[in-house]
């Protein structure tokens, strides 16, 4: 998840520039290769999508290549794509009964909604957070209010030449 400095993961128009960054150069951070990034691919599995982000996706020109993609909504969908399947139900269900058997990497794309739900029901053992140099004063957020506190552990982090940084976390023991 790519997140702007103030928390946001969406602008509310939707554009998408602010993820490019604007040039700022950390001389001491690293810049990945473009084998890196393959090879990074390469390791996801299966991703997991909410609805709003699977049209965001497709609008933006499908990101996610011939991996098997779930799409979770509450509606009907007729495939665009081979790789895609829509999951309508128990999310427990999703990650324990279909996914977790068949995949190991499974990367939960977003957005928001589905972040949310899938933190709160305890779905989530990695959280890689991005965040982006810049400040976009509004959009839509990524954590909500919620009514639990928890300490999840620093494993990663990452600095990028283009002030990108990434944080990686794994969650609490249980
Ligand atoms: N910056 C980043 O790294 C990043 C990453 C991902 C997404 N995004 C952005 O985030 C925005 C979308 O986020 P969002 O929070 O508005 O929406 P979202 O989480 O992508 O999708 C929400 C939809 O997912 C379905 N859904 C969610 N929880 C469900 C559940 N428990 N059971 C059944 N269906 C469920 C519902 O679909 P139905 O309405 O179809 O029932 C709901 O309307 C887009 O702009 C996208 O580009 C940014």
């Known amino acids: 998840m790519v997140s702007s400095l103030d ?15 604007a040039g700022s150069v950390y001389e001491a951070g690293v810049s990945m290769s473009g084998e890196e990034a393959t090879t990074f ?3 996801i599995d299966c991703y997991v999508l909410g609805s709003r982000t699977y049209e965001h996706a ?20 007729r495939s665009a794509r081979k790789s895609v399947e829509f ?27 589905l972040c949310r739900r ?14 982006a140099p810049v400040l976009l004063g ?8 919620s009514p639990t506190e928890e300490q ?3 494993k990663d982090v990452v600095a990028y030449k283009n002030g990108f940084v990434e944080l990686t976390y794994s969650a609490p023991a249980a």
């Open 7 to 21: 928390g946001f993961i969406a602008k509310k128009d939707n554009s998408v520039s602010w993820l490019e960054g």
């Open 118 to 131: 899938f933190l709160e029901l305890g779905l989530v053992d990695e959280i890689r957070l991005t965040i």
């Open 138 to 145: 509004e959009g839509l957020r990524l954590f909500g209010d």
């Open 87 to 113: 999951y309508s139900g128990d999310l427990k269900n999703l990650v324990y009964g279909k996914l977790s058997p068949r995949y190991r990497n499974i990367w939960l794309v977003g957005g928001a909604m």
């Open 152 to 154: 999840w552990n620093l």
């Open 41 to 43: 691919v390469q390791a």
């Open 58 to 77: 497709l609008e933006l020109g499908w990101p996610y290549g011939d991996t098997p993609t779930v799409v979770v909504t509450g509606r009907e969908w």
